[in-house]
């Protein structure tokens, strides 16, 4: 992230009166409080550390708190995956809600299987009460959605796979 996306972040929460926002990738985390607070947390290992009140008379060293990692998931039986590598990623660029259409009643903008142009809309993205068109970044087949309709996202998550025409 550079400096000038962070300040049109920061810039888009006062405008609309956001009281706290966390944008985490896989680089990085960024929980921003109103009030001017900004912690920054390199990944992949956050750590928040707290001080805690202690008293004049006691010696006792300030205490803190770390985030402890979740346990390791169970390991899944081995099912082939596909070859993904000759797909271009469509990235969500900001975090929000996924949707498929303009509206409700409409149509999707595009389906699975369907030939797409650069530059054309994929998908919005509603972040703080904006709609947010998400473009093709190449013309091709999309092979892939994966993310359902109304659905969180997070910034980096894979919206689409194409197949490059």
């Known amino acids: ?61 300030v205490q803190t708190q770390a985030e402890t990692p979740a346990p390791a998931p169970t390991p899944k039986p081995e099912v082939p995956k596909e070859d993904t590598s000759r797909y271009v990623e469509v990235k969500a660029p900001i975090v929000g809600t996924f949707y498929r259409a ?29 709609m947010n068109e998400i473009e093709s970044e190449v013309s091709g087949v999309v092979r892939k959605i994966l993310v359902s309709n109304g659905e969180p996202i997070e910034y980096g998550q894979v919206l689409f796979l194409i197949e490059p025409a």
């Open 1 to 61: 992230m550079n400096a000038k996306e962070l300040k049109s972040i920061l810039q888009a929460l006062q405008e609309h009166e956001v009281a706290e926002l966390t944008l985490e990738t896989p680089d990085y985390k960024l929980t921003v409080k109103r009030g001017g607070e900004v912690q920054y947390v390199a990944a992949p290992a956050p750590v928040v550390i707290q001080p805690q009140a202690v008293p004049a008379s006691s010696p006792s060293p």
């Open 102 to 130: 303009p509206s409700p009643e409409a149509e999707p903008f595009v389906k699975e299987g369907d030939l797409v142009k650069k530059g054309q809309v994929l998908c919005i993205i509603e972040a703080m009460k904006l």
